[in-house]
């Protein structure tokens, strides 16, 4: 997800925090009751220069850093 205007990191975290709540609703498939979760990396754009395929890396990485503390949380590329 691509956000525009001015997003600092608290922003940011609350737009994941909400995507990881929402993710976490369980939902009925098939007669069974299944819920899952979701890892958020997270990179701003701090210098206007910044190329997006630069922001997408940080993001992966911050996504891959996530991942491996558990999951279901979000980090933010530093």
Known sequence: MILEGPIDVANAA???????????APFILDGLT???TA???IAI?????TLPAQLFAR???ALYR???AG????????
Do not use: C, N, Q
């Open 71 to 78: 999951r279901d949380t979000f980090v933010v590329h530093a």
């Open 14 to 24: 609350g737009v994941a925090r909400k995507i990881a709540e929402a993710m976490r």
């Open 39 to 41: 890892s958020v990396g």
């Open 59 to 61: 993001a992966d990485a």
């Open 66 to 68: 996530a991942k491996s």
């Open 45 to 49: 754009a701090d210098d206007p220069a």
């Open 34 to 36: 299944l819920a899952i």
